[in-house]
């Protein structure tokens, strides 16, 4: 079957979620040449962190398709892509949320490529688990008091039950804030009912991920980071590829 392909039709005319290298050639060019026009107009004025801006619809809603296609090429292993279209939208539509959580996901997407043996786990609060990933091995970085804990913790739990059964390791990394993070984390472990082991994160796990934006889902295949994104965007479908069952079979 031929792949589906999403155009979208912007500053850079028709593109789609699967370009070339010569396309992607194109576009990083170009998303450079605005970066320097962009630092040129600024000048010695205060720079615009983005995202913090008060950007209208007709800037939002294209922001968004742009993050989208760099999530998209995040999912199908394509980095190079993800950058110049993150990188895009943190140009073309600075004032947006778009822009705001693309720059969040380049600086994310600097693990991908990072060889990983073994996590370091200070103690497991739910289940005994494993620190060492030779399976795939998705793991999932949260703090206790994350108001979206709970939903983040069961949206995982339940995307990958049955990866989890034919041999996929998933693992939760707590951070603790404070001297009563532990508690909250063990009221959502209870809530949720976990079925993958939840161990605190250590200060040796906080620098071998380096993920400042928390929660973070991290995906380890082959001994290296492959994935990284948001837990909530993990579904049945995309825990089966990043897993490594081709075409949603099993391995």
Known sequence: MRPFLIPFVGLFGSACLFA????????????????AQAAAQAGASEPRVPGTGAAGP???????????????????????????????????????????????LLDAIALIGKPVA???????????????LDAPTLIVLWEAQSLDAVRDISQVDRATQAVRKRGTQVLGLVRLANPGAEEAARKVLADTMAGFPVGVETDGARQLFNQTTLPAAIMVRDGAVTWVDHPSRIHQSLARKLAGEQDGEPR
């Open 20 to 35: 070339s290298d010569e396309e992607v050639e194109r576009l990083e060019a170009r998303v450079a040449a605005l970066e």
């Open 58 to 104: 007709q800037k939002e809603r294209p922001g968004e398709r742009l993050l989208e296609e760099g999530r998209a090429a995040i999912d199908r292993g394509d980095v190079r892509a993800a950058r110049t279209r993150l990188r895009e939208c943190t140009v073309l539509y600075p004032e947006s949320a778009a822009a705001r959580t693309s720059l969040q």
């Open 118 to 132: 073994t996590v370091p786990v200070e103690n497991w609060l739910n289940q005994q688990g494993s620190n060492r």
